[in-house]
């Protein structure tokens, strides 16, 4: 069944039960349920996302545009779940407890984190379209026929500098220019604080680095035990490691400030069912990015890996070139061309929606993270003896 339609059953379901408000401890069997349904549906998306496309479908490999977009949109169906399970049709009191006292504020904190990188990843994409223009440039001067050497030139300009803006050292950041930071939801206020939203035009100070604020989410990220296992405490601890995975995911992907370290791990037991294709996911993210950290920083988008190993090429075709070119070589070279013209089709068609739908995540945490405050809010006031 298709994620839409699952999810759909799965919200549906959900809200049938709870036209009335239910006890947390009246019906545990039906929570049982809800959490082993929730597990199913994350582990039946991310395996879908581990499994390698079919050989004519290469827009859809590991870390493309195309996977991306596909990632968040598992993001998006486990956040709606997750808040089907803790919010819909409860008493807010029963999410004050231990330890969702402590487990939801933990997560609230990883959103705002979340939020920032969702900037970062967004300044990483324009620069990414940055390059492909760059590698346009070069498409159109090499799809004459004859090429000429005034064409060689112009492509090899445009070339040199998309492989030069590729591997820019990204302690530099996307934007050298930029020396303050727009803050999501302000410095370091507490859990509670509203404080105001600011757009995802984002600058980064020289020294924020992506790889710590993803460490820092990953922070007391620990798989509850015992009794808690079988309690709300699993929903908000699997949701905790999905925002943590997705963000891990996007900035490997993606150019962001300053990533080193970012191919460590954060723990997933792997002795958890649903966590199996994450795991098999980040090691395959991981053994890419050990690969790729001494030859450059442009992140490990497929068709970025494409656009720098194409130019590679297609820069020895035209630092040699000299009218009319041998036939070899430049049939060879059309070839290339080609493909690298398909594949800038794909980055304009798919980049502009990737960024429609990492400002939709943006917004939706925003939302997530105010609904969950105003619940934390009403349970407070709920709990509070009478005077």
Request: glycine share 6%; charged share 25%; net charge neutral.
């Amino acid at each position: 069944m298709p994620a839409t339609e699952y999810q759909g059953s799965f919200l549906g379901r959900i809200s049938i039960r709870r036209n009335q408000v239910i006890a947390m401890d009246g019906n545990h069997e039906q929570e049982l349920e809800d959490l082993e349904h929730f597990q199913k549906h994350v582990s039946d998306r991310f395996s879908e996302l581990l499994s390698p496309p079919p050989e004519d479908v290469p827009a859809d490999a590991l870390l493309s545009i195309s996977w991306l977009r596909k990632l968040l949109d598992v993001f998006l169906c486990c956040d709606a779940e997750f808040k089907a399970i803790l919010l819909m049709g409860r008493d807010p009191s029963q999410i004050s407890k231990p330890p969702l006292d402590r487990l939801i504020p933990e997560l609230l904190e990883r959103a705002v984190k979340a939020l920032d990188l969702c900037n970062a990843v967004t300044n990483g994409v324009e620069s990414i379209r940055h390059c492909q223009r760059l590698a346009e440039i070069a498409v159109s001067a090499l799809e004459n026929k004859p090429i000429g050497d005034g064409q060689a030139k112009r492509a090899k300009k445009a070339l040199t500098s998309l492989l030069s803006a590729m591997n820019l050292d990204d302690k530099e950041g996307t934007n050298t220019k930029t020396a303050e930071r727009s803050w999501s939801f302000g410095r370091r206020g507490a859990n509670k604080e509203r404080a105001p939203v600011r757009s995802l035009s984002y600058q980064v100070a020289k020294n924020w680095s992506a790889a710590k604020q993803i460490q820092a989410m990953a922070n007391n990220l620990v798989a509850p035990r015992g009794n808690e296992a079988n309690g709300l405490a699993s929903p908000v601890y699997i949701m905790s490691t999905v925002l943590v995975f997705v963000m891990w995911a996007l900035v490997a992907a993606v150019p962001c400030q300053e990533r080193n370290g970012l191919a460590t791990h954060f723990p997933v037991p792997k002795q958890l069912s649903w966590a199996h294709s994450m795991i098999g996911l980040q090691d395959k993210i991981g053994d890419e990015w050990k690969k790729k950290e001494k030859k450059g920083m442009a992140g490990l988008l497929e068709e970025m890996q494409k656009l720098e190993k194409l130019g590679q090429s297609l820069i020895e075709f035209t630092d040699s070139y000299q009218y009319p070119g041998e036939t070899e070589k430049v049939e060879e070279a059309a070839a290339q061309v080609a493909e690298l013209a398909e594949t800038c089709r794909r980055m304009e068609e798919g980049l502009v929606p990737l960024q429609m739908q990492i400002r939709e995540v943006f917004h939706r945490i925003v939302r997530s993270r105010a609904e969950f405050l105003d619940v934390l809010d009403q349970g407070g006031k709920s709990s509070m003896p009478l005077v």
